[in-house]
């Protein structure tokens, strides 16, 4: 069985959306702002010769949606096959330029138009000859509906959704080490005079602060540290016990449901709109559904998912998916400073993964 890329692109745009080829070039700065710096050793970056640093678009997501942030695109659904540059990982024997045909679409939102883009996606995977893989879905708003249930202050909500998207959730949760006596010591001072105990620390020891942080920054950081240790035991288990729920995607609501039930937490609208979005799914009958499985586990790839996710790959490389996308609701208002403001989702059909796996 041979996989066609005419195919996979038919499939796509047979539903509609301008064609768009965003920048190949974007500033490497705002994929790391975006996702932090671990994805810097995947990403072709160089200086422009003016001090900056440029990356060639690992994604297309990002360079499309930061046109619609600066106003230059419509709020309006674009479709694209082009190529994208990312350095492979170790020992993959990939190459780091790869064709990819996909979507994204502004200004819909709402689990029909979830679930319309995932069984296009999965449509299109099928269309270009692939069989054998498996779907994996998950949603960045319910564990974000956790953390608002649950005693945390923001700045560890923060810490914690920042830490899901890139996998870290777990690590985030092993126990904080108690704050040290200086920390302590500060933390029963106001602001100013804390920032001048640390000023005085530096003068003491003959010097200065380093990098960006001032005195002030310190002593905030200290501060916070002293206040706010954490989740507590019973919160850090409950969100450990939400992490380790995996199960067949016609399971999901109800486990999710069972799972807020014994912890006494509420999922509210995320659970409601993820219930809706799976009966949409079973309704429209996509390939790969009737094996899909659900995980509530971190790590989907880009700190930009703030709703549904999902990836379609083989069993035998669950970390190389030939199909990827989600919901990314915050993404153009966060590019944009808030001055424009979209729902939106996306997915991507990785060509020389689809291929591979049609050959196997």
Do not use: N
């Not at 419509?74 to 350095?87: D, I, K, N, P």
């Not at 979507?103 to 819909?108: D, I, V």
């Not at 893989?133 to 509906?145: H, K, L």
């Not at 703030?306 to 669950?318: H, I, K, Q, R, S």
């Amino acid at each position: 069985m041979s996989s066609s890329p005419r195919d996979v692109e038919d499939m796509i745009f047979s539903v509609g959306g301008e064609r768009i080829d965003p920048p190949t070039l974007v500033p490497a700065k705002l994929i790391l702002d975006l996702s932090g710096e671990a994805v810097r050793q995947r990403l072709c970056t160089f200086s422009d010769g003016e001090g900056g640093e440029c990356s060639l678009r690992p994604d297309m997501t990002v360079p499309i949606a930061a046109l619609v942030a600066q106003g230059s695109r419509a709020l309006a659904r674009y479709v694209y096959s082009g190529t994208v540059w990312r350095l492979p990982r170790p020992g993959s024997g990939e190459a780091p330029e790869f064709s990819q045909v996909g979507f994204e679409w502004f200004a819909g939102g709402g689990p029909e138009e979830d679930a319309e883009a995932f069984c296009l996606a999965m449509s299109a995977a099928y269309a270009g000859g692939e069989r054998s893989s498996s779907v994996r879905i998950g949603d960045v708003a319910v564990f974000a509906s956790l953390l608002e249930s649950l005693s945390l202050s923001q700045a560890w909500r923060a810490r914690l959704l920042r830490s899901f998207a890139r996998g870290g959730a777990r690590e985030a949760l092993a126990p904080q080490a108690p704050p040290s006596a200086l920390a302590t010591a500060l933390a029963g001072l106001t602001a100013e005079q804390a920032k001048h105990a640390v000023e005085e620390i530096f003068a003491i020891a003959g010097t200065a602060s380093t990098g960006q942080r001032s005195a002030a920054d310190i002593a905030g950081r200290l501060r916070e540290r002293a206040a706010d240790p954490g989740p507590s035991a019973q919160a850090a288990a409950a969100i450990g016990e939400y992490l380790s729920i995996e199960c067949p995607a016609d399971e999901a609501s109800e486990a999710l449901a069972g799972f807020a039930r014994s912890h006494g937490v509420t999922l509210g609208q995320a659970l409601s709109d993820f219930t809706r979005r799976q009966e949409a799914i079973s309704r429209r009958g996509p390939p790969f559904w009737p094996t899909a499985r659900f995980s509530a586990r971190d790590g989907w790839r880009f700190e930009y998912y703030d709703g549904f996710v999902f990836e379609l790959a083989a069993p035998e490389t669950p970390d190389r998916p030939s199909v990827a996308g989600g919901r990314y609701d915050g993404l153009v208002g966060r590019l944009s400073g808030q001055a424009v403001v979209s729902q939106a989702i996306g997915a991507a059909v990785r060509l020389d993964r689809l291929e591979a796996g049609a050959l196997s």
